[in-house]
């Protein structure tokens, strides 16, 4: 009886550990953001750089240097957000789940940040994507989706 029990409460601890695993992780997984800016509807990121105005001033633009965006090449993007500390771009198939993909850009100079990014080779061929830029601003954390498809 003794055993049962002590086997009992060693997997409600491990499921509370998994929880709480989750909970700590979970930032990293779904990005938070203070504000949330929809782009253009008009924004077609094959085929031109995208921009959005913020509320309070000033403006978020994102440039992919290699089009059509391919597919398990490595391609370099640019922000430029003026007054940014940090700037990362999640990528996600909408459609379906691709897996964690979150570069962070480097500032190359004041507001413009650069890095690279690639995207994996979806089994379906043709796969709409969201490239959410996030970018920390001083007291806020901004979010712009930018769709767009591959394939």
Known sequence: MNRKILLDLI??????????????????LLPK?????????????????????LPGGGKISLS?????IPLV?????????????????????????MGFN????QELTPGVFTG???LPV?????????????VDLPGSRVAVPFRFVTG
Do not use: H, N
């Not at 953001?33 to 105005?53: F, G, I, N, R, Y």
């Open 11 to 28: 997997g409600i601890l491990l499921i509370l550990l998994v929880v709480v695993i989750g909970y700590k992780l979970s930032p990293l």
């Open 64 to 68: 992919i240097g290699t089009r059509p």
């Open 116 to 118: 690279e990014a690639s």
């Open 73 to 97: 090449k490595a391609f370099p993007v640019t922000v430029e957000a003026s007054g940014a500390r940090r700037v990362e771009i999640d990528f996600a198939g909408v459609e379906m789940d």
């Open 122 to 134: 979806c089994v379906t061929g043709r796969m709409t994507w969201q490239a959410t830029v996030l």
């Open 33 to 53: 953001s203070d504000l949330t800016v929809e782009p253009d509807a008009a924004c077609k990121l094959q085929e031109a750089d995208c921009a959005v105005a």
């Open 102 to 105: 979150r570069p962070q850009l």
